[in-house]
């Protein structure tokens, strides 16, 4: 069983960046791998970004490749979520997934079977 806790979101202006962070309850952390889902308001969760296990990959969705930057630190259970140059579309609540495997798989919410609670970013323009 894993326990994730989000943190970091907040209110700020287009162009400005976040951190998102993510702690794992998890006697063996590095054998989960970890994604970031969002969802706004109306429509469904979507794929942010992924890391393996390990640390060694990572995976972005398009809309976010070169602004967001996806870390782990295994020794702290902690995963992060930088997030630059940020958009108005980018407004979702923010959530942390693990999967006990070391790939991230295909970036599917259903890959993921535990969940953080979610932490509100909105971006205003």
């Known amino acids: 069983q894993v326990q994730l806790a989000e943190s970091g979101g907040g209110l700020v202006q287009a162009g400005d960046s976040l951190r998102l962070s993510c702690v794992a309850s998890?006697?063996?952390?590095?054998?989960?791998?970890v994604g970031w889902f969002r969802q706004a308001p109306g429509k469904e969760r979507e794929f942010v970004a992924s890391?393996?296990?390990?640390?060694?990959?990572?995976y972005y969705a398009p809309s976010v490749e070169g602004r967001f930057t996806i870390s782990r630190d295994n020794a702290k259970n902690m995963v992060w979520l930088q997030m630059n140059d940020l958009k108005s579309e980018d407004t979702a609540v923010y959530y942390c997934?693990?999967?006990?495997?070391?790939?991230?798989?295909?970036?599917?919410?259903?890959?993921?079977?535990?969940w953080g609670q979610g932490t509100q970013v909105t971006v205003s323009s």
């Open positions: 890391i393996s296990g390990i640390g060694t990959s990572q």
């Open positions: 998890a006697r063996t952390f590095s054998s989960h791998a």
């Open positions: 997934a693990a999967r006990p495997a070391e790939h991230y798989g295909l970036g599917y919410a259903f890959e993921y079977g535990f």
